[in-house]
């Protein structure tokens, strides 16, 4: 199975900044298979981008996500006070499917 | 777009079976769109998923849960359900059930969970 590791486990940062998370996968993997989620508390994660770097519909563009082999990542561009929750990684490509542990992004 | 919703009971004895049912409006399982997951969130192990089913039965598992696990279809109900026997305290989690999307585009189909039920915690204990 793909393990999928995220860095860093806490990103602190202020509104207006940018936020870079990165995803790393235990294989190569095509990036038609990596798709990235934001989980506020309480709620279900809300699909932000697929194939890598695809936005879902309705996702602002100040999202976005790029990589490629083992490496991805997903900036936020100019963080919003909504932007502050929890971010995973999660691969749909090989069986079965898994998800990253994690980035928690909180404000400074 | 479809709403799932899960229902079922919130605790669970060990060595028992746990059971849960997720209700999909807005759309029809039976049109053969999509496949249908269960996935679940705990403190311990993050994110896992559990299986998917498509509107005929077949079914497709994770090998870490497939000897104790069966998900069914009611496509009548507009419905899928999760079985996980034999449960212990370390499958106590939220469970979601989930949309796998489809989202085609240059002759390629990309199919991540684009729809989410809010989620039940099941708790395992005596």
């Known amino acids: 199975e793909i393990v999928l590791t995220q860095s860093p486990g806490t990103l602190s940062l202020s509104p207006g900044e940018r936020a870079t998370l990165s995803c790393r996968a235990s294989?190569?993997?095509?990036?038609?298979?990596l798709a990235w989620y934001q989980q506020k508390p309480g709620q279900a994660p809300r699909l932000l981008i697929y194939?890598?770097?695809t936005r879902a519909p309705g996702i602002p563009d100040r999202f976005s996500g790029s990589g490629s082999g083992t490496d991805f990542s997903l900036t936020i561009s100019t963080l919003e006070p909504e932007d502050f929750s929890v971010y995973y990684c999660?691969?749909?490509?090989?069986?079965?499917?898994?998800f990253g542990q994690g980035t928690q992004v909180e404000i400074k | 777009q479809e709403q799932l919703q899960e229902s079922g009971p919130g605790l669970v004895r060990p060595s028992q079976t746990l059971s849960l049912t997720c209700t999909v409006s807005?759309?029809?399982?039976?049109?053969?769109?999509?496949?249908w997951s269960w996935i679940r969130q705990s403190p311990g192990k993050g994110l896992e998923w559990i299986g998917y089913?498509?509107?005929?039965?077949?079914?497709y598992y994770n090998p870490s849960l497939k000897s104790r696990v069966s998900i069914s279809v009611d496509t009548s109900k507009n419905q899928f359900s999760l079985r996980l026997n034999s449960v212990t305290v370390a499958d106590t989690a939220v469970y979601y059930c989930?949309?796998?999307?489809?989202?085609?585009?240059?002759?390629?189909?990309?199919?991540?969970?684009?729809?989410w039920g809010q989620g039940t915690l099941v708790t395992v204990s005596s």
């Open positions: 989930a949309r796998v999307g489809k989202f085609c585009g240059g002759g390629d189909c990309y199919t991540p969970f684009d729809s």
């Open positions: 194939a890598a770097s």
């Open positions: 999660h691969q749909y490509g090989d069986a079965p499917r898994t």
């Open positions: 089913i498509y509107y005929d039965g077949s079914a």
């Open positions: 807005g759309g029809s399982i039976s049109s053969g769109d999509y496949f």
């Open positions: 294989q190569r993997m095509s990036s038609s298979y």
